[in-house]
């Protein structure tokens, strides 16, 4: 705020300066007068007609007035003060919800699962905690985001797929696991901050979305864990949501 009030205050000088300087030029003005009253005193030996001419002296001051549009000039140089003034502050902006994007394929280590929706979060963690073991034990490291794809649902639960990319293929899998390919092709992305529970709310933000914008989704959506579900408290969980277009 101090930065903003020095720089009004530098733009109201050149302001005063056009103010006080026509009232100068106004006062100095008066200065000729007297020279031109000096020249009646040879008037009285001369005709009346060198009279006439003491009113062509006193309209004198008319050109003396034309300093006055040269002042008024001046200000042109105090208009870049304010310009400065108006530089925008940065902002931070909002998650993206709705983004176009496309989802490239990544080779992923994938284990089948069920679950129930009032034990959801859990189970999925369980999933993630089996193919970390697995991975951790042959010391094969993640190449992304851990992923978790929904195959179908109902109102009681849902199956699905935990994914976790590696640049690698894991061995000793179990018969549950397998080896492929993350989903691919053209998503909307949202962005869910906050815990598991709380995701219906998104989830109707998003079907709201896609009802106003006439757009059909496919049966199955993605869910990719920027924070890792095993070490992040659940209220504080950053979530990419896809929902891939038909």
Same mark, same amino acid.
């Not at 002042?71 to 530089?87: E, F, L």
């Not at 490291?141 to 990319?165: C, Q, R, W």
């Not at 998003?206 to 408290?233: M, S």
């Given at each position: 705020?101090?930065?903003f009030c020095r720089l009004a205050l530098v733009a109201l000088i050149p302001a005063a300066a056009m103010s006080f300087?026509?009232?100068?030029?106004?006062?100095? @003005?008066?200065?000729?007068?007297?020279?031109?009253?000096?020249? !009646?005193?040879? $008037?009285? *030996?001369?005709? !009346?007609? !060198?009279?006439?001419?003491?009113?062509?002296?006193? &309209?004198?001051?008319?050109?003396?007035?034309?300093?006055?549009?040269?002042?008024?000039?001046?200000?042109? !140089?105090? /208009?870049?003060?304010?310009?400065?003034?108006? @530089?925008?502050?940065?902002?931070?902006?909002?998650?993206?919800?709705?983004?176009? /994007? /496309?989802?490239?394929?990544?080779?992923?280590?994938?284990? #089948?699962? @069920?679950?129930?929706?009032?034990?959801?979060?859990?189970?999925?963690?369980?999933?993630?905690?089996?193919?970390?073991?697995?991975?951790?034990?042959?010391?094969? +490291?993640?190449?992304?985001?851990?992923?978790?794809?929904?195959? *179908?649902?109902?109102?009681?639960?849902?199956?699905?797929? $935990? %994914?976790?990319?590696?640049?690698?293929?894991? +061995?000793?899998?179990?018969?549950?696991?397998?080896?492929? #390919?993350?989903?691919?092709?053209? &998503?909307?992305?949202?962005?869910?901050?906050?815990?598991?529970?709380?995701?219906?709310?998104?989830? %109707? &933000?998003?079907?709201?979305?896609?009802?106003?914008?006439?757009?059909?989704? +496919?049966?199955?959506?993605?869910?990719e864990y920027l924070t890792d579900p095993l070490k992040t408290?659940?209220? +504080?969980?950053?979530?990419?949501?896809?929902?891939?277009?038909?």
């Amino acid at each position: 705020m101090n930065r903003f009030c020095r720089l009004a205050l530098v733009a109201l000088i050149p302001a005063a300066a056009m103010s006080f300087g026509p009232s100068v030029a106004l006062a100095q @003005t008066p200065s000729p007068a007297p020279a031109a009253s000096a020249s !009646p005193a040879p $008037a009285p *030996s001369a005709s !009346p007609s !060198p009279a006439t001419s003491a009113p062509a002296a006193s &309209a004198s001051p008319a050109p003396a007035a034309s300093p006055s549009p040269a002042a008024s000039a001046s200000p042109s !140089p105090a /208009t870049p003060p304010p310009a400065a003034a108006a @530089t925008p502050a940065p902002v931070q902006t909002a998650d993206p919800f709705g983004l176009e /994007t /496309t989802l490239e394929p990544k080779k992923v280590v994938m284990v #089948k699962g @069920t679950a129930n929706w009032d034990s959801a979060f859990d189970t999925l963690v369980d999933a993630f905690k089996t193919l970390n073991a697995l991975l951790d034990k042959q010391g094969i +490291k993640h190449a992304g985001n851990s992923m978790i794809v929904y195959t *179908s649902t109902d109102d009681t639960g849902f199956t699905f797929l $935990a %994914e976790i990319p590696v640049e690698q293929d894991p +061995k000793n899998l179990t018969k549950d696991m397998s080896i492929g #390919k993350s989903p691919e092709g053209k &998503a909307l992305k949202f962005v869910h901050r906050g815990s598991y529970d709380n995701m219906d709310n998104t989830y %109707e &933000a998003i079907t709201n979305h896609l009802d106003d914008k006439k757009l059909e989704a +496919k049966d199955t959506f993605i869910e990719e864990y920027l924070t890792d579900p095993l070490k992040t408290a659940e209220d +504080k969980l950053v979530i990419n949501v896809f929902v891939p277009l038909k």
